[in-house]
């Protein structure tokens, strides 16, 4: 047989993509699963951004796109990052690509050389590190404890930071914990990287818009302007407008990192479809009072949800600032026995329990590099969320 790459081996497929395949196969057979494991908006595209991309279509604009992004796509681009954050780019300081996602492959295929460290802080994302061993890039792990807020401390990334660094990591409001980052915890963290000019800074703001409890979002570049020549601002439609399916993502940065994403931009794909492009123009140039609306629904669910948790013996749940997922603690749980006769020795075993005997789908924290813990997603019906608590807080009072 030929052989695949080398470079495949240390690559995973996502723990959150097995957990909600999991959740489809046991729904295939007439069970009716909880699905609490998808980071996914349950809400729908606004329709203005479908009908965007339908006139789009029928006016002919159906041919390859500009690799990096349509003019439109970029100016709209442009307007969002200096209205909302205050950030002035040109439009060769930006790229369009296929989600957020790529966006993060591009940078970092058009960066790191065998060896390079990136400073991803945990728990994280499942692709981040994944995404660096892919490109011969070695992930490190920076603890953010839940008694810090599941924050970055400055002392710990200080530590991380070696002459091998080429990239920090930032993602708040955060996936898995929820936990966001005021200013002047944001400002703590600039410090630190003034102090390493030889490191860039990939900001996923992807939750920017999914904060509660008035919560002022800001990002790094912002916050500290002379950080702007090494900052990587990366965005997406895909949380803020529900847009998951669509797959844009983009970014603003200096100049010629913008080229190097660019040309990698170029080789792996043609650029992303002309029709997501104009929903997407629409969705950024649009009404935008859907963003409200849906945080404030997503602020009740997040609040059941603390509010069920808290009555569970075992588990520790942290209010979160923003995102769409709770990251409770089950370390508690550790060493009882399920209803089912499972032992819980990891969140592994906790999260395979709750979904083979309850039908409630949830991801291990292991998955995110921190453990015990799991991952709640609320970005789903207040009725959904009712039926999994009701099932959670069943599997929990039955162990022994
Ligand atoms: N960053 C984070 C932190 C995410 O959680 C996700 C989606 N799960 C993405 C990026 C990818 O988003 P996109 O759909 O834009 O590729």
Redesign the pocket.
Known sequence: MPATADRLKNVSISASAAMTQRARELAAQGIKVVSLSS?EPDFPTPPHAIEAAYAAALAGDTKYPTMDGTPAMKAAIIRKFKRENNLTYEPNQIVVSG????V?FNAVLATCNPGDEVVIPAPS?VSYADIVKFAGGVPVSVPCPENAGFKLRAEDLEAAITPRTKWLFL?FPN?PTGAACSRAEMAAIAEVMLRHPHVWILT?D??EHLVYDDFEFCTIAEVEPRLYDRVLTMN?V??AYAM?GW?L?YCGGPKDLIAAISNVNGQNSGGTSTLTQAAAVAALDGPQDLLKERSSIYKTRRDYVLGRLAEIEGLRAHKPEGAFYIFPNMSELIGKTTKGGRKIETDVDFVMGLVEEHHVATVQGAAYGMSPYFRISYATSMEMLEEGCNRIAEYCKNMK
């Open positions: 980071g989600g957020g996602k790529q993060i994302w993602n996936n996923d992807i939750y997406g895909s949380k998951t797959r993502g």
